[in-house]
């Protein structure tokens, strides 16, 4: 696996069950990857020869980020590695220009968008279109970074002719009308078994996902089908080898295509313990060509808190934090990654089990915040 953040990390676990080894190319050994897998070389993901080096031995590569450039993985493809996802499915991950054209010519839902080289485009497309729209950069950007929400004519001047003078590649669209944000994840295999879990709402706050409800509240049959199918058909039409992630609107004349991810996801990380087989192994199944596993929950509801660093961090030790979550959530599933604290830092996340998703969406609310700031948001008191 080329990138040794978390996503590696959990990737690792899931592979000893297997009966497999990881090797990771970490850019430091300190990386999130790098203090649990035995197998690790250092290296730039930036660097073809790096890469080559890399891939010898390995029966296949895999990836936890799609920053790899798309003209080193056809390097790599053409000598032989078997690289999955590959290069053409993986460039619509890459670059949002390139995804968005290709939904579009399959006829499915994406807002209205533009490539942007000038301020008059963004200017010509907001008048088109209504005020806001949203710029975007097509490559790079993630929780919330590298969007931008341009409410009038004035404000998309500037933003634009500052992005632009910067050498950022750009595109417009519009600005959805959302009832709320919605996951698919999938899984593909080079014999093309597909695979897919519930689907699920994640819960934003300042652009940054801070829970995941699986399966999402009040989706009817007709909307997870729908949704299900749009993943599955994607991840076909691109010959896609791995787990995708879709990240959708919800709005109220039905589902909206935001972004895609080929690669296990953060709103898939309910499944380690809420799935009977997680994306990780899944992703790992997939890339070498196993039968799938089932996707089916292992509760009725079952929620995901992301552990987002506080501003300051705490003077409790996280050993302790640990001790008293578990004192009052004994039903807690933690994972941490290994991570330095650093304000909104994700150093982990915590799954909660159980019938209702008002309860244990709330749990994981408060025991995320716990584990972050060392203070429960309700009052609760540890004595």
């Given amino acids: 696996m080329v990138g040794a953040g978390q996503l590696a990390r959990m990737t690792h676990q899931a592979a000893i069950g297997l009966g497999q080894s990881l090797k990771v190319l970490a850019a430091s050994p300190d990386e999130s990857a790098g203090l649990v897998a035995p197998n690790i070389e250092i290296g730039s993901h930036t660097d073809l020869a790096a890469l080559r080096t890399f891939a010898e031995g390995c029966d296949a590569v895999t990836f936890d980020h799609e920053h790899v450039p798309n003209e080193h993985l056809r390097a790599l493809a053409a000598e032989g590695v078997a690289v999955h996802p590959g290069p053409d499915a993986l460039l619509h991950a890459q670059d949002k220009l390139v995804m968005r054209r290709k939904l579009r010519d399959l006829e499915l839902p994406v807002p209205p968008f533009a490539e942007v080289g000038s301020v008059t485009d963004v200017l010509e497309f907001g008048a088109a279109h209504g005020w806001p729209c949203v710029l975007k950069t097509a490559r790079g ?113 039905g589902l909206v295509i935001n972004e895609l991810a080929m690669r296990p996801h953060n709103s898939g990380h309910f499944s380690i313990d809420g799935s009977r087989t997680s994306q990780f192994e899944q992703h790992l199944r997939a890339v070498l060509d196993y039968p799938l596993g089932t996707t089916e929950l292992t509760a009725p509801a079952v929620a995901m808190g992301n552990i987002l660093a506080a501003p300051t961090e705490p003077r409790m030790s996280v050993d302790e934090r640990v001790h008293h979550l578990f004192a009052r959530f004994p039903g807690a599933k933690l994972h941490l990654y290994g991570k330095t604290e650093r304000p909104g830092r994700k150093v982990g996340h915590v799954n909660m089990l159980g019938e209702r998703m008002d309860e244990v969406s709330e749990r994981a609310r408060l025991a995320a915040h716990w584990l972050a700031h060392a203070e429960w948001p309700d009052g609760y008191s540890i004595h």
Avoid at 183 to 206: D, H, I, K, M
Avoid at 234 to 250: H, K, N, P, Q, R
Wanted: charged content about 25%.
């Fill in 141 to 253: 950007g993630y929780d919330g970074k590298g969007v931008w929400v341009l409410d009038t004519p004035d404000g998309a001047r500037r933003t634009t002719a500052e992005l632009l003078d910067a050498g950022a590649p750009l595109m417009v669209e519009q600005r959805v009308a959302l009832r709320r944000e919605l996951a698919v994840l999938v899984a593909r295999s080079p014999f093309g078994q597909g695979g897919a879990w519930p689907v699920v709402e994640t819960v934003q706050s300042e652009g940054i996902c801070v829970r995941v409800l699986a399966p999402a509240p009040d989706a009817s049959e007709e909307l997870t089908q729908r949704a299900q199918d749009i993943a599955l058909r994607i991840a076909d039409e691109l010959g896609m080898v791995g787990v995708l992630a879709v990240e959708m609107f919800e709005t109220v004349d």
